[in-house]
Structure formats: structure tokens, C-alpha cells
């Protein structure tokens, strides 16, 4: 069963990302404390498969550790490209896959030069909040 294995957020834009066990989730806001907290309703956070951060760090030859993809949440055991346009849950918190979010710039520079290639269509995707709480690193993920 898929589940949460990380959660980050960064204060502001190219800050380092921190990472939180615990994070508190708004409707249609996204995650308290993030740098984009408030300024995207339709697409509020971002989450990625750590399968493919693994395979990516190892294909770039680079040391895989969580918060390098800049995604607020990192997930394994699910298929995250087949949650676009549906609901689900982590924990207590409903989201709503939106769009699938490539790599850019930003991984290249956090990852590694080739990121953007090795992660193309594996970049994880976009999803709204559509009812808020609290998730905890461990949450599973359901349908």
C-alpha cells in the first residue's frame, strides 16, 4: 500500500528545503509554512514517487537523499501519474491530482545535470486540497 515516506516545505523561493514529519494541509491553499502557501487554489502541493528519485540518483551517479526532487511529499507504492484527475487521501487530507509536474530547472540544479531527462513523464504531479488537516510522514495513501 502506498504511503507518505516525506514531507518538506521551503520558506521562500530557492530556500533550502526543510523537512517536517508533520504538516498541516488548507483547502485550496496548500501547506502551511511552504513558499507557495495561498498562491496557486487549483494546484496547491506537489508530490513524487521516491522510486524514481532513487533510480534518477542512481542513473546520474549522485547520493539520493529526501527533499531532492523541491516536491512537498514523497510517496512510495503508488503510481502517482494514475491519480491525475481523481480524488485521494493521505491520511486525513483529500486531495485531487490536477497535472503532472515535469522537471525543471530546479532539479537539475537540486539533483544533478540530466535530471530533467531522467525524471521526464516520473517528475510527480500537481493536486489541490480539497479538504485540509493534518498528514504525518507514515499516512497512507488511499482511493
Known amino acids: 500500500m502506498g504511503h507518505v515516506v516525506a514531507i518538506h516545505i521551503a520558506a521562500k523561493e530557492r530556500a533550502p ?21 495561498g498562491r496557486k487554489p487549483k494546484v496547491n502541493v506537489t508530490l513524487v514517487q521516491e522510486e524514481f528519485l532513487v533510480a534518477a540518483a542512481e542513473a546520474l551517479d549522485v547520493s539520493y537523499r529526501p527533499g531532492m526532487s523541491r516536491r512537498n511529499i514523497t510517496v512510495r507504492n503508488v503510481s502517482l501519474n494514475d491519480l491525475l484527475g481523481k480524488r485521494f487521501q493521505l491520511g486525513a487530507v483529500e ?22 531527462t531522467a525524471l521526464s513523464g516520473r517528475g510527480g504531479i500537481r493536486a489541490r486540497v480539497i479538504r485540509g488537516g493534518i498528514i504525518h510522514k507514515d499516512d497512507q495513501i488511499t482511493f
Not at 491530482?97 to 544533478?112: A, D, T, W, Y
Request: charged share 25%; net charge negative; hydrophobic share 40%.
Open 17 to 37: 528545503m526543510q523537512e517536517i514529519s508533520t504538516a498541516a494541509l488548507v483547502a485550496d491553499k496548500g501547506i502551511e509554512g511552504d513558499r507557495y502557501f
Open 95 to 116: 486531495l485531487e491530482g490536477v497535472s503532472l509536474c515535469e522537471p525543471c530547472g530546479n532539479m537539475e540544479r537540486s539533483i544533478g545535470v540530466g535530471a530533467i
